[in-house]
């Protein structure tokens, strides 16, 4: 989509939902979980690749806060960072996505180790914290606006994984259910922000290519579990079955 005029609020915010076309919904390996299609190597995969991107979130987040001068704003985003972090009364969505890995069987070392994370996944969720960091605060707030689309996804999990994968244990479900409310307040405030900042049609082109961006992040974070686990083609599978790539925090 190209725009050439400057939309109007109720037509920009149309713009922006009709990139859920290209949400990861609708990637091969999530419809495959999603049919009861999937091994349980991979919801494994996906499980201890994924929880790589949740414990970056809050580092993202923290980014924008960082490069934000308005307190109304920090005050108001700061809730993102403590709804994965935990503010003392409530654990949190690092905390709920760890038990999420040990209904499907993974050890709480075995995701804090990063070990299972591939590197697709580890470069496409760094390039979207270092987008974080080095973007003005309104395109790197903005960018969160997948959350659009995320009440559905989860959803989806919601409703399709405990009749389709009964070996996973009930309480890891928890995570799911509490971003459904926690998303949408999100995206309240996230699509608040955008209508206000991006008013004219060079601006509202800049946010729909950055809205593009993060989908490319989530679409190729499963393009690299596709590979790994899917069609047996791991990082140096031609040299090697062992996992050689790197695996720890490098910067």
Not at 114 to 122: A, C, K, N
Request: charged fraction near 20%.
């Amino acid at each position: 989509m190209h725009i050439s005029e400057t939309l109007t609020p109720e037509a920009f915010e149309q713009a922006l939902r009709d990139k859920g076309a290209y949400y990861h919904i609708h990637h091969p390996y999530h419809i495959a979980m999603h049919n009861g299609q999937a091994t349980k190597q991979q919801i494994q995969g996906w499980v201890a690749n994924r929880f790589y991107y949740q414990t970056n979130i809050p580092l993202k987040d923290a980014a924008i806060m960082a490069n934000c001068p308005d307190p109304s704003v920090r005050r108001q985003w700061i809730q993102r960072i403590l709804d994965h972090d935990g503010d003392g009364e409530s654990e949190g969505g690092i905390e709920a996505w760890l038990q999420l890995g040990e209904a499907v069987g993974l050890t709480r070392e075995e995701l804090l180790s990063e070990q299972h994370v591939l590197p697709g996944v580890r470069f496409a969720v760094d390039a979207y914290v270092n987008f974080a960091r080095r973007a003005n605060w309104q395109e790197a707030a903005c960018s969160s606006l997948t959350e659009l689309f995320a009440p559905q996804i989860h959803q989806s999990r919601l409703d399709s994984w405990p009749q389709h994968y009964p070996w996973i244990k009930e309480d890891g479900y928890f995570y799911f259910r509490s971003r459904l409310g926690q998303a949408r307040r999100d995206v309240e405030h996230g699509l608040s922000l955008a209508l206000e900042i991006f008013d004219t049609a060079e601006k509202q082109m800049r946010m729909l290519e950055i809205l593009q961006f993060k989908l490319d992040i989530l679409w190729t974070m499963l393009d690299a579990m596709t590979m790994a686990y899917s069609l047996d083609r791991a990082p140096y599978h031609t040299v090697t079955d062992q996992p050689v790539w790197h695996t720890t925090r490098l910067v």
